[in-house]
């Protein structure tokens, strides 16, 4: 604020009543509150550090909760008996994936005339 209108919102202040004073006192304190809550939320949106951190915290904590859910889950009475069932028939098609790529592969060097060893 510069030095004129400094010493003119002075003069309006002390030309005041003191119930127009007071309350023009706490609409500025008010304000300023205003203006410093506005300020450190803009830090906080700014903070691009701490936003990751927290970032990284929620999802190491929904990583922990699916986590718990999901040993819950195996440890219900009917996941028990079709987890190695499961787990096996997970294996085959594991298998057959890599059986059918390495036949593509092949296929593919003896279209493009490359040596295979």
Do not use: C, N, W, Y
């Given at each position: 604020?510069s ?16 119930d127009?004073r ?53 440890e ?28 593509a ?7 493009s ?5």
């Amino acid at each position: 604020m510069s030095a004129s209108k400094h010493s003119a919102s002075q003069k309006d202040l002390s030309a005041a009543t003191p119930d127009a004073r007071d309350e023009i006192e706490a609409d500025i304190r008010k304000t300023r509150a205003e203006l410093g809550s506005t300020v450190d939320e803009l830090a906080r949106k700014l903070d691009v550090r701490a936003q990751a951190e927290h970032a990284a915290v929620a999802a190491r904590m929904r990583a922990v909760q699916t986590a718990r859910l999901a040993t819950a889950k195996l440890e219900e009475p009917a996941m028990r008996r079709l987890g190695p069932p499961t787990a096996g028939v997970a294996l085959l098609i594991g298998f057959l994936l890599t059986v059918r790529r390495r036949r593509a592969r092949r296929r593919a060097h003896r279209r493009s005339g490359v040596g295979f060893s």
